[in-house]
């Protein structure tokens, strides 16, 4: 059982917090003396991303990241206080916008689209992010540029400023859960060793008895396409459904 008080631990998870911060927006000069070192936290925070995308997010050791690079893990704490820490330049790393911004007036609405399809393909390059709470980010540079980014381009849109977060926010957790269940889907598949058409091939025979014994009408009348959709389709039926209700809202409140 931890001897940790809980006034101790809220006192070391704001110091946390406040390093963190300190590192994505000030920058940082090793500590301790002795010849400058070699490293740099951005060269430290690429070798993380590639070990994440690699081996998941657990992998995130300070020791594991020190072996990447060739030092003893005592050099790598000169840079980076501890893995919290890391991580959390590492998400800000990768939250920030990919290009520059987007010149001239954009729409709300393709906004919040360009955002959701970009977010997809961020969610299917990385999978583990989906293993990281974000609810409570750390907000460095990278994370509040793309929200500049998003705000700027919501400017049309009738609603509050705190009404438009709320939207970001709906947004995202749509596409979270979408790319969840497409990453689980494959997960699932690989870590069985059973393709599609041996998994749906077992459960044919009962579910073609099922559907004959006429307790399931509506599931026996389904067309044979069904369940063909791709996942793209499925993430555009979504995002089209929630945008055009976020429209007809929009319309409303001119």
Not at 8 to 16: I, L, V
Not at 33 to 59: F, H, M, N, Y
């Amino acid at each position: 059982m931890s001897s940790t008080s809980p006034e101790a631990a809220r006192n070391e998870a704001h110091a946390q917090l406040v390093r963190a911060l300190e590192l994505l927006w000030n920058g940082h000069t090793p500590a301790g003396r002795g010849p400058k070192p070699g490293l740099t936290v951005e060269t430290i925070v690429d070798v993380a991303i590639t070990v994440a995308d690699a081996d998941g997010v657990d992998a995130l050791s300070m020791r594991r990241i020190a072996r990447e690079l060739g030092v003893g893990t005592m050099t790598l704490y000169r840079y980076v206080p501890d893995k919290n820490v890391l991580l959390a330049l590492v998400l800000d790393r990768i939250l920030a916008p990919s290009g520059p911004s987007p010149q001239g007036p954009r729409t709300w609405r393709a906004t919040l689209e360009s955002d959701a399809w970009s977010g997809r393909e961020l969610y299917l390059r990385h999978p583990w992010l989906l293993q990281v709470n974000m609810s409570r980010p750390t907000l460095g540079p990278g994370s509040v540029a793309g929200l500049e980014q998003t705000m700027a381009g919501l400017r049309d849109l009738p609603m509050s400023d705190k009404e438009k977060i709320n939207v970001v926010t709906a947004v995202d957790g749509f596409v979270t859960g979408a790319v969840r269940q497409q990453v689980y889907y494959e997960q699932i598949a690989e870590e069985s060793g059973l393709d599609d058409q041996a998994f749906w091939g077992a459960q044919l025979p009962f579910m073609e008895a099922a559907m004959q014994s006429g307790e399931y009408p509506v599931m026996a009348t389904l067309g044979a396409d069904a369940f063909d959709g791709t996942w793209e389709a499925t993430f555009e039926v979504g995002l089209n459904c929630l945008l055009d209700g976020l429209e007809l809202r929009a319309e409303q409140r001119r």
